[in-house]
């Protein structure tokens, strides 16, 4: 089992920058695939971006790309998402998580498939 809390959260201007810190404790945090997900009020919440177990791979949703970088410093037991260019839009709380091990293929764009979650920090930005 592990447990994560967020951190870095803020209001920032248009155009500004933030990063997220995702802090792991509990079972060695290089075993979990990890992700970051935003929920917007009234939204469901949205993929944002993953990172392999190594860090060697990534992707993120398309809105955010170019913009947006998760990495990992499993060192650390840390993963981190940093911000540029931040819109209004971008406005939400942020979560990370983190996925168990599993044999079988599984969408690390689907909520539904990590198994744990930080409580989550608020990005807000200001047009």
């Known amino acids: 089992q592990v447990q994560l809390v967020e951190s870095g959260g803020g209001l920032v201007q248009a155009g500004g920058s933030l990063r997220l810190s995702c802090a792991a404790s509990g079972r060695t945090f290089s075993y979990y695939p990890m992700g970051w997900f935003r929920q917007a009020p009234g939204k469901v919440r949205e993929f944002v971006s993953h990172i392999s177990r190594s860090g060697s791979t990534t992707y993120a949703v398309n809105s955010v790309k170019g913009r947006f970088t998760i990495s990992r410093d499993n060192a650390k037991n840390t993963l981190y998402l940093q911000m540029n260019s931040l819109q209004p839009e971008d406005t939400a709380v942020y979560y990370c998580?983190?996925?168990?091990?599993?044999?079988?293929?599984?969408?690390?764009?689907?909520?539904?498939?990590?198994?744990?979650w930080g409580q989550g920090t608020q990005v807000t930005v200001s047009s």
């Open positions: 998580a983190a996925k168990s091990w599993s044999p079988r293929s599984w969408d690390p764009n689907s909520a539904f498939e990590y198994d744990y």
